[in-house]
Structure formats: C-alpha cells, structure tokens
Nanobody, 122 residues
Framework: VQLQASGGGLVQAGDSLRLSCVASGRIQSRYASAWFRQAPGKEREFVASIAWDDAASYADSVQGRFTISRDNAQKVVYLQMDNLKPEDTADYYC?????????????????WGQGTLVTVSS
C-alpha cells in the first residue's frame, strides 16, 4: 500500500488549501484514514480522521476550519483547510489503517504518505 500526499504550499493567513492523499495497492477504499501534522521542533499531532461511514473527527485546533472527505472510487482522501493561521504551518501527513474505524493515535495507522509542507504567513 502506498499513499501519495500533495497540495501543500505557501499561503497567507486567511487563505485556503486543499490537500489530497491518493492510495494505491491492496487497501479497501473505505478503510479509516487520517491527517496528522508536525511543526518544526514539535511532536506529530492529530488533525482529522474519517471512518468507513464518513464519520469525521477533528482536533480542537482545526474544528470548524478544516474538513476531511474522500472519494471512494478514486481512493483519495482530502483535507480542505480554510481560514488558515500561521500556527497551521507544518508538514502534513496522510495515514491509513486496515480498519473501518478511525483513531486519533498515530500508532494505530500502519500506512503513511510522505509529508506535504504547508506554510502560512501572517
């Protein structure tokens, strides 16, 4: 299983970005997926997850600004990020697990994409 993340970039505070994560290989399209992020000098943290039934969970810091969704046919998971803030600056990683149920713990995910850098200037 391979995950390919893309969509990062340099934006100004208040702007929007949409990250994409394309899955390939032997993974069910409805397996739970998530986005995590890691800022310089900080530990990786949970951002959002989506379960088999499209139920979504979010970190408090992004609730109301970020939206996770997916296209099951294309095996793509998206992270729509609106009203970006400088504190959202980080490498963003997509992850998937061989379960239909999502989790906010990075140790529960066995498949990871490479990071895509999001930089938000003030």
């Amino acid at each position: 299983v391979q995950l390919q993340a893309s969509g990062g970039g340099l934006v100004q505070a208040g702007d929007s970005l949409r990250l994409s994560c394309v899955a390939s290989g032997r993974i069910q399209s409805r397996y739970a997926s998530a986005w995590f992020r890691q800022a310089p000098g900080k530990e990786r943290e949970f951002v959002a997850s989506i379960a088999w039934d499209d139920a979504a969970s979010y970190a408090d810091s992004v609730q109301g600004r970020f939206t996770i969704s997916r296209d099951n046919a294309q095996k793509v998971v998206y992270l729509q990020m609106d009203n970006l803030k400088p504190e959202d600056t980080a490498d963003y990683y997509c992850a998937a697990r061989s379960s239909f149920f999502s989790s906010s713990q990075d140790s529960d995910y066995g498949y990871w994409g490479q990071g895509t850098l999001v930089t938000v200037s003030s």
